[in-house]
């Protein structure tokens, strides 16, 4: 049901509104029409300004998120009924307790460690975008929001994966975030692999980074639907997923570096 898609959200999640970054793109036949939102004022700003475009949509939304959706298994195991100065268990990993299975994978793939998911900053982003998805699960005619952990899953009006922008400008453009991103490039080498053209209309204000994350958080739902992304079953060894730890733990879509 992939191809009933044509509107992808894209969310640059932070814990202060002002630096969430908003990115709508919307299909018209075979071109996508991107649009870059200012800096919202405040939480309810953003979630405002996220459902006005899910309303204006005409077909199914695709949400992608940059912040993780699970937490690694291993923590959540360790810390149930864990009490205040006790020892952890001498067979705890510790990149498997603050790495998730898809971190490892990501890690594996492009030789960049991802941010842990344990870190102060990273777990109360998380959070933020849990409590974003929830605000928008009590909007009218729309089903709970599923989180699409394999391509075939995508059978909801309103469904989101989590995406990692640092991850796309790596495996597309052997970037590494420490420069300027030319918008515009990346663009055009998504075009090329999607077969369909793309029109970024840039904000009014100059384009702050976590707006230019947001935009790469669309161009990496739009590589999804194309299929250009790994899939949970190509992780092997450290990072091979079972369905538990899939379910608990979620999956961070990239593309590859084709």
Known sequence: MQ???????????????????LACAAQNGTQWNVEIAE?????????????????QASSNVLLCLDAPMG???TMSDAL??????????????R?????RKTDLFARDTLKKNPLRVGASLIAATAHQALWILGQLNKLDNVDEIKLILRREELTTKLSAIEVYPAA??????NDNGKGELKLELLGERVQTLIGNSITINMPTDPMTD????????????????????????????EAALDADALVREG???FPRGE
């Not at 800096?39 to 309303?55: F, L, N, R």
């Not at 790469?216 to 060894?237: Q, S």
């Open 251 to 253: 999956w961070t879509w």
């Open 210 to 237: 976590d707006a230019r994350d947001a935009a790469i958080c669309v161009f990496t739902g739009m590589l999804f639907l194309a299929g250009k992304c790994y899939d949970p079953e190509e992780a092997k060894g």
């Open 80 to 93: 149930h009924g864990h009490k205040a100065g006790a020892p952890f268990s001498d067979d705890i990993d």
């Open 71 to 73: 937490w690694p298994r």
């Open 168 to 173: 796309t400008r790596l495996a597309l453009m």
């Open 3 to 21: 191809e009933s898609v044509n509107t992808i959200i894209g969310i640059d999640c932070s814990t202060h509104p002002k630096k969430v970054g």
């Open 39 to 55: 800096p919202q004022a405040d939480e309810g700003k953003v979630v405002e300004k996220v459902t006005d475009w899910i309303k």
């Open 95 to 99: 990149d498997h307790f603050f790495y």
